[in-house]
């Protein structure tokens, strides 16, 4: 089994950055292809990045390309996000998932969430 924790959230004052952090727990996180979906008040859950493996690969909603920045250490089994010029519609709970790298891919294991709050 494998547990996913997500860290980093916070508030920040638009155009500037947080970077969030997911650990997996028990088995080794390597095996997964992981990603990052948001889910703002009253909205559906949405996918923001994403990433293989090996880490080789990487996939980003265009809401976000260019300024977020997905990344991982096997070592640590630790995913990250690193979230710059942050914008106020860019607040919401932020999860982690493992099982794919794609908005459309089955996601088996998820975390808990972490609050990003982004001031105008």
């Known amino acids: 089994q494998v547990q996913l924790v997500e860290f980093g959230g916070g508030l920040v004052q638009a155009g500037g950055s947080l970077m969030l952090s997911c650990l997996a727990s028990?088995?080794?996180?390597?095996?997964?292809?992981m990603g990052w979906f948001r889910q703002a008040p009253g909205k559906e859950r949405e996918f923001v990045a994403g990433?293989?493996?090996?880490?080789?690969?990487?996939n980003y909603a265009d809401s976000v390309k260019g300024r977020f920045t997905i990344s991982r250490d096997n070592a640590k089994n630790t995913v990250y996000l690193q979230m710059n010029s942050l914008k106020p519609e860019d607040t919401a709970v932020y999860y982690c998932?493992?099982?794919?790298?794609?908005?459309?891919?089955?996601?088996?294991?998820w975390g808990q969430g972490t609050q990003v709050t982004v001031s105008s």
């Open positions: 990433i293989s493996w090996s880490g080789s690969s990487t």
């Open positions: 028990g088995r080794t996180s390597s095996v997964f292809d």
């Open positions: 998932a493992g099982g794919s790298m794609n908005p459309q891919g089955e996601y088996h294991i």
